[in-house]
């Protein structure tokens, strides 16, 4: 009985390990004769140890199960460290950033590369444009300016559309694409990307829709779906506090209400970060610059590090320049809580401190 069990449990290992990528443990030129054997490609990690977005990639991507799967089936995957071990390899292939995704045939010649770290899905879209002409960046648009639509091609178009800096023309196709679905089609998981990708403002049709059909969705997909929920409601409270609203004075009080209910959808301890921010919020609205600040003093430090990151980034937004009294005001709330801040948003607020002394100078 434990001699079964104990094979199970091996068992169970494998299938966790194959779940992620399968980076092989021999060197290159092992990797090279099992390549042809399997009749695959190599795939080659080029990192460093202080490349943090190497990092990003080895924990946050590599062992995603879709990375794994699309990896091991075409690939043999290798990581080597381009100063040390992958140094002469890196050398040959002319390395020079990191990281650096190299394929190369079993005659060694270099198949195509990918520079930079990225998420997992936008990993795969690069891996498959480059690996397979059909879903070369011309080939696609041809396909989808001839009528298809499916949905691995719309979402490849789009992503060459944002690559190349047609950010309008991107956010319309997902627009037109989304609209031609029946609600059966848009809860399907291949179009998951809609949402997951491009759906960043809580109000829109899109995002309404998936919080709207949330429990319908594939239930394979609930993480992915509870952290955008997370994004879209953290997104939405950026707007309310620091955005459109101390700009153009914009506050639809039924809108936020509807918003502000759907704090039940965050995991506990986000929704206890949230209270705080509810009442930056509320007081921005009642237009009393004076008691706002003295909130914004008062709930500093119940604030997460976020969000006390794009308070005091956006503080210039929220005080009159030609107030003496408000800038005064605001000088203050920014001196205080100047060594809690991170070291970016700590030079931005020494420089706004500054603008603040001099401007405090000239009126006397």
Request: overall charge positive; glycine content about 4%; some cysteine.
């Amino acid at each position: 009985m434990k001699k079964i069990m104990l094979i199970a449990f091996v068992c169970v290992l494998n299938l966790e390990v194959w779940a992620q990528t399968n980076f092989r443990t021999f060197g290159y030129a092992e990797a090279l004769s099992v390549a042809k054997e399997e009749n695959k490609k190599i795939f080659i990690d080029f990192y460093t140890d202080w490349c943090a977005p190497c990092k990003r990639m080895a924990k946050e991507v590599f062992p995603q199960e879709k990375v794994g799967d699309y990896l091991n089936a075409l690939y043999v995957c290798l990581q080597l460290n381009a100063e040390r071990e992958g140094k002469e390899l890196a050398r040959k292939f002319h390395i020079e950033a990191y990281p650096t995704f190299v394929v190369i045939d079993t005659l060694e010649q270099s198949v195509f590369r990918i520079v930079g770290a990225m998420d997992a899905d936008r990993f795969i879209i690069e891996m498959e444009k480059n690996s397979n002409p059909e879903y070369s960046p011309t080939r696609v648009r041809k396909r989808y300016l001839g009528g298809e639509r499916t949905p691995r091609l719309v979402e490849y178009y789009v992503s060459d559309l944002m690559r190349d800096g047609k950010y309008a023309e991107g956010a319309k196709t997902i627009e037109d694409y989304f609209a031609s679905l029946s609600q059966e089609q848009r809860m399907l998981k291949e179009n998951m990307f809609i949402y997951l990708r491009y759906t960043l403002d809580w109000s829109s049709p899109r995002a309404q829709f998936f919080l709207k059909h949330r429990k319908d969705f594939d239930s394979s997909l609930g993480d992915k779906m509870n952290r955008h929920i997370v994004f879209l409601y953290k997104n939405e409270g950026k707007r309310y506090s620091l955005g459109s609203l101390p700009e153009n004075n914009v506050f639809d009080k039924k809108q936020y209400r509807q918003w502000k209910r759907y704090v039940v959808l965050l995991p506990e301890e986000e929704r206890e970060a949230f209270e705080p921010v509810f009442r930056l919020i509320e007081c921005r609205a009642n237009g009393n610059l004076k008691k706002y600040i003295k909130v914004c003093v008062s709930e500093f430090d119940k604030l997460d590090s976020r969000n006390q990151a794009i308070l005091t980034d956006h503080v210039d937004k929220l005080i009159e320049h030609e107030n003496h009294v408000s800038l005064k005001r605001a000088a203050k709330y920014v001196r205080k809580h100047l060594n809690k801040l991170q070291q970016e948003t700590a030079v931005f607020s020494a420089k706004f401190l500054e603008e603040v002394d001099r401007v405090l100078g000239e009126k006397k």
